[in-house]
């Protein structure tokens, strides 16, 4: 991608009042994001982080790839965006832990937001497979916090 690309997409954003563009294409990442009337660009160049190759087995045919597992289970997502926390103080126990039976109304977090301390539940009937945010960390809405085995 060359300058000329980039002030197209510029001009693009700002035709269109678009506030966040971003694109990655072979190893390459670009992200540009506006705020208040001017586009700040953050160009990015990455290197791809692992090559893959497609190997010919002795009848000419190519050799399976390995093919990542599928995730099963049920995810509790957050419902909104601020900071998780596992317990309800630092001195407590978790809420939860992998291995823990959960039903609709069982509390497995708190995230806070903008000071407040909103307690979230499972709202599904299962046990906690994998636990999928670290304390105190910052969570986006819909982000998966855990995953859960439906009983």
Not at 128 to 147: C, H, S
Request: net charge negative; glycine share 6%; proline share 9%.
């Amino acid at each position: 991608m060359d300058l000329k690309d980039i002030k197209a997409i510029l001009d693009m954003m700002k035709k269109n009042s678009v506030s966040e563009f971003e694109m990655e294409k072979e190893g390459f990442k670009i992200r540009l994001k506006r705020g208040d009337g001017s586009v700040a660009p953050m160009v990015q160049y990455e290197e791809p982080a692992q090559l893959s190759y497609v190997t010919q087995s002795a009848s000419g045919a190519p050799a399976a790839l390995p093919v990542p597992a599928p995730v099963s289970g049920i995810e509790i997502k957050s419902p909104m965006i601020g900071t998780f926390y596992r317990s309800p103080s630092p001195e407590s126990a978790s809420y939860v832990e992998v291995g823990a039976e959960v039903n609709p109304d069982t509390v497995v977090c708190i995230i806070e937001a903008m000071k407040v301390m909103n307690e979230i539940k499972a709202e599904v009937k299962g046990v906690i497979t994998e636990a999928l945010v670290d304390n105190a960390k910052p969570v986006e809405f819909g982000q998966p916090m855990f995953r859960v085995r439906p009983t």
